[in-house]
C-alpha cells in the first residue's frame, strides 16, 4: 500500500512563491505517474501538473502553465511542485496523486484514474 505525505502548504501574498512536497512511502514515485489536484469546497478536483515514471514528461492545467513547475527526485524519492507568481485563484487544499499501473505515454489529468492519494495540504494566498 503506498501513501502519499504531502508538506510545504502555507499562506503567502500574491506574486510569492511556495514549494510543496509530496513523498511516497511504500513505494518510488520513479515506478508511478504522479499528479497534483487542487480542490476547493464544493468543487470538483481539478488537475494542476503531471509528471511520468521516467522524469520525462510532464503536463500543467492552462491556469498554471508558466508559473508552475513540478519536477521530481529520485535521491529524495520525493516529488516537488513549485508555485510562482501565485494568485488568489490559487487558493485551494492541494493533493498529491499516484498511480503505477497501466501508464500511458499521455499523462492522464482526470482524479478517478489515480490510485493513490495524499491528504493535503491547504494553499492560501491573500492580496
Known amino acids: 500500500q503506498v501513501r502519499l505525505v504531502e508538506s510545504g502548504g502555507g499562506s503567502v501574498q500574491a506574486g510569492d512563491s511556495l514549494r510543496l512536497s509530496c513523498a511516497p512511502s511504500?513505494?518510488?514515485?520513479?515506478?508511478?505517474?504522479m499528479g497534483w489536484f487542487r480542490q476547493a469546497p464544493g468543487k470538483e478536483r481539478e488537475f494542476v501538473a503531471g509528471i511520468s515514471w521516467s522524469g520525462s514528461r510532464t503536463a500543467y492545467a492552462d491556469s498554471v502553465k508558466g508559473r508552475f513547475t513540478i519536477s521530481g527526485d529520485n535521491a529524495k524519492n520525493t516529488v516537488y511542485l513549485q508555485m510562482d507568481s501565485l494568485k488568489p485563484e490559487d487558493t485551494d487544499v492541494y493533493y498529491c496523486?499516484?498511480?503505477?499501473?497501466?501508464?500511458?505515454?499521455?499523462?492522464?489529468?482526470?482524479?478517478?484514474?489515480?490510485?493513490?492519494w495524499g491528504q493535503g495540504t491547504q494553499v492560501t494566498v491573500v492580496s
Open positions: 496523486a499516484s498511480r503505477r499501473r497501466g501508464l500511458p505515454l499521455v499523462i492522464p489529468q482526470t482524479a478517478p484514474w489515480y490510485s493513490y
Open positions: 511504500g513505494g518510488t514515485f520513479s515506478s508511478s505517474h
